[in-house]
T-cell receptor
């Protein structure tokens, strides 16, 4: 079945540091890939997405590239801010799943001033 | 704004009781999915409703059931509550026609004592 593996957290960075959160997946067919963010006490927000190999999703300074050869979708940001502190979830939707998402366990990011 | 409201925000129940959670999509969202997010975990797919029928189901026991009304709002019912049912329950709707992302409501926090 489908699965998503994220790097274990928590991740603690200083403001303006470079961020990478690793995500790899196992899926049948050609999945779409997503990053969601969950701020403290809130629901999930879609951060970015990519629907086919070599696509790059980007939003709010975050980027992730869909790498089919390595089955990866790593999240990066060049300079994090305190306001980026949240839990980040990698997720996939396979081609025939009719909107069902499979999530990773999440990575807690804390950015200190 | 994902266009999804959920009620109640928080709920406390005791073991063995039954609970009903509600999800109201904005007009035009005809597909509703439910997810369970245990503390420190990623969301897990419970089931999906479309045109008032359950279309897809995740690995959850029959104690979890649902319903979708003609106005596309939905209910999630859980019978014979267990301590392990304590979680954030999220409702999700698809994005615009042709897109494949899901947008989530704020969730209902269920605590089972």
């Amino acid at each position: 079945g489908n699965s998503v593996t994220q790097m274990e957290g928590p991740v603690t960075l200083s403001e303006e540091a470079f961020l990478t959160i690793n995500c790899t997946y196992t899926a049948t067919g050609y999945p779409s890939l997503f990053w969601y963010v969950q701020y403290p006490g809130e629901g999930l927000q879609l951060l970015l997405k990519a629907t086919k190999a070599d696509d790059k999703g980007s939003n709010k300074g975050f980027e992730a590239t869909y790498r089919k050869e390595t089955t990866s979708f790593h999240l990066e940001k060049g300079s994090v801010q305190v306001s980026d502190s949240a839990v980040y979830f990698c997720a996939l939707r396979d081609g025939g799943s009719n909107y069902k998402l499979t999530f990773g366990k999440g990575t807690l990011l804390t950015v200190n001033p | 704004d994902a266009g999804v409201t959920q009620s109640p925000t928080h709920l406390i129940k005791t073991r063995g009781q039954q609970v009903t959670l509600r999800c109201s999509p904005k007009s035009g969202h005809d597909t509703v999915s439910w997810y369970q997010q245990a503390l420190g975990q990623g969301p897990q797919f419970i089931f999906q409703y479309y045109e008032e029928e359950e279309r897809q189901r995740g690995n959850f026991p029959d104690r979890f059931s649902g319903h979708q009304f003609p106005n596309y709002s939905s209910e999630l019912n859980v019978n014979a509550l267990l301590l392990g049912d304590s979680a954030l329950y999220l409702c999700a709707v698809p994005g615009t026609s042709g897109s494949n992302e899901q947008f989530f409501g704020p969730g209902t926090r269920l605590t089972v004592l």
